[in-house]
């Protein structure tokens, strides 16, 4: 890219190197800015002789361009790009989602020269409207070989982003007590629906019962033949691990064991299970206060009807002290 002084008629077409004030200080063009015929009679019209422009050269790509490019290619599902002035192109959520980020990949791009990718955290709930993501380019150009190789590592391995859609999601919440479910009911039901109201969620299923082996096993059965998107169980007791009544209870309905503690504060003591596709989630404490713990973590991908693994479990260590 090279700059360089020209006369104003001879504008049209090069990309302004500076942000032109009018002189009570209101901006007329700003930097980066192509020039249009249009434009070129403005500045006449406000006296301007000269402008401080840059011209492309062999082998360079202009900065919208550029953003434009890496952002169709870097991510996926219900999202928007719309371009924004100096080199930016944001991507929006176009439905409520959960948004799902290669870590690796995006470091990856961003340790390019020209081109860098921020994002929202991994499997965070994002609203119809949010940004998501912005990628901005080095001032005014790019060299097309660097960009062709952001391409070429995005085509091969990505996308960095998933705005993975929440559709039609049904939560089934099961109540336990060891005396009486609908104690744990009474105490959890206000709660519960604070919770799920942040991810425009609420309760299509819900049932009480005695957290005891076979009232437990019970009413999971019963919930399972709703098939809910996820089911939620709200015990007023803290297990120890999977050998405790909810664990057993799991395992006796067929449910595979994914993982028993998350690194996360608050709610560590998360056991997380899949009957076929469906999670069950017990997270003893979570349901007493409202504040974030580790279900508000761990319900957008699966409300989502994305299978969270034991490893992206583990992962959530890193930033998981919440307060």
């Known amino acids: 890219m090279r700059a ?25 063009l700003a930097k980066g800015h192509v020039i249009s015929e249009e434009d070129v009679r403005l500045l006449e019209t406000e006296g301007m002789e000269q402008v401080w422009v840059t011209e492309l050269e062999d082998g360079e790509v202009g900065e919208d361009e550029a953003v434009g490019t890496v952002a169709a290619e870097m991510g996926c599902g219900c999202l928007e790009i719309r371009l924004a002035a100096g080199g930016r192109a944001n991507l929006f959520a176009t439905e409520d989602c959960c948004v799902l980020i290669d870590d690796e990949l995006l470091k990856q791009i961003n340790c390019t020269s020209s081109i860098v990718i921020a994002t929202t955290y991994n499997l965070s709930f994002a609203k119809a409207g949010t940004r998501i993501a912005t990628v901005k380019s080095a001032p005014f150009a790019v060299a097309l070989a660097q960009l062709e190789a952001v391409v070429s590592i995005l085509r091969e391995r990505g996308p960095i982003l998933q705005a993975r859609p929440i559709r039609n999601a049904t939560v089934g919440v099961l109540y336990t007590d060891p005396i009486n479910g609908d104690r744990a009911r009474q105490l959890f039901e206000s709660i519960m629906r604070q919770r799920l109201d942040r991810f425009n969620a609420t309760a299509s299923f819900m049932l009480s019962a005695v957290e005891d082996d076979n009232g437990t096993t019970r009413a999971l059965q019963h919930m399972l033949r709703a098939k809910p998107t996820t089911v939620l169980v709200a015990s007023t007791t803290a297990p120890a691990g999977p050998e405790d009544v909810i664990g057993r209870a799991m395992a006796r309905v067929g449910c595979h064991i994914e993982k028993f503690l998350a690194p996360v ?28 713990n580790v279900v508000d973590l761990v319900l957008p991908p699966m409300l989502a009807r994305y299978r969270l693994s034991g490893w992206e479990l583990a992962s959530l260590g890193h930033g998981g002290l919440l307060g």
Not at 271 to 291: H, T
């Open 4 to 28: 360089q002084t020209v006369d104003v008629k001879a504008s049209a077409g090069r990309v302004l190197c500076c942000t032109i004030f009018r002189p009570g200080g209101r901006k007329l």
């Open 265 to 292: 504060e608050p709610g560590n003591l998360l056991l997380l299970g899949y009957k076929d596709e469906i999670p069950i989630v017990s997270a003893p404490g979570c349901f007493r206060s409202a504040k974030s």
